[in-house]
């Protein structure tokens, strides 16, 4: 049973966010269409004009985001489902592109003799939990929304000169697009 719940919120975690992004591009999409009626005559246009609002509301949010973001964190908490949704999506979202990025450090992890696995330093030094000079290191998956941490010796770690979003690429497309440089 524990099984069952596992994979019904991994599913959830993945459908929800996306489903709600893509129903507010749509909304948005055809309010516009709508409301201003020259949008219809030219192709493409209620397209820019939602993607345009989008990134205003998020400057907004970003200039303006402690009060609205606090509210309607305060709301979320107290719903159990959608405070663990909304709370592991924000987390990661942060992780990314936050302020404090924890996939910043790009590496490469000896896990055998010759078989080195591209991933993100995500713990310098784990001596508060007992572990010291060892890091944790998340290693994503090839065409997919998850991945593994592992700990490691510091000696197992190759720093790579590649930024974080040419690595993701590489590693999420499987090795497809772009390279990777130690």
Known sequence: MGNLLNNFLRGLLLLVPM????????????????LIPIVKNIPGLSFVLVVLLITMVGSFARRYNTGMI??????????????????SIKDL???????KKKFNKP????????????GFV???DLKEIGLPGKVSVYLPHSYN????????????????????SEVMKYIVSGGISGSIKA
């Not at 929304?145 to 974080?164: A, H, Q, R, Y």
């Open 70 to 87: 606090n509210w309607f964190e305060n709301i979320i908490k107290d719903i159990p489902l959608l405070n663990l949704v909304y709370s």
């Open 19 to 34: 489903a709600a992004a893509i129903y507010v591009v749509w909304y948005l999409y055809n309010f516009l269409d709508s």
């Open 145 to 164: 929304f998850s991945g593994n941490v592992f700990i490691t010796e510091k000696k197992n770690i190759i720093p790579l000169t590649n930024s974080s």
């Open 122 to 124: 995500t713990s310098k």
């Open 93 to 99: 979202m942060t992780s990314f592109m936050g302020e």
């Open 107 to 118: 590496v490469l992890v000896k896990v055998e003799s010759n078989l080195y696995k591209p």
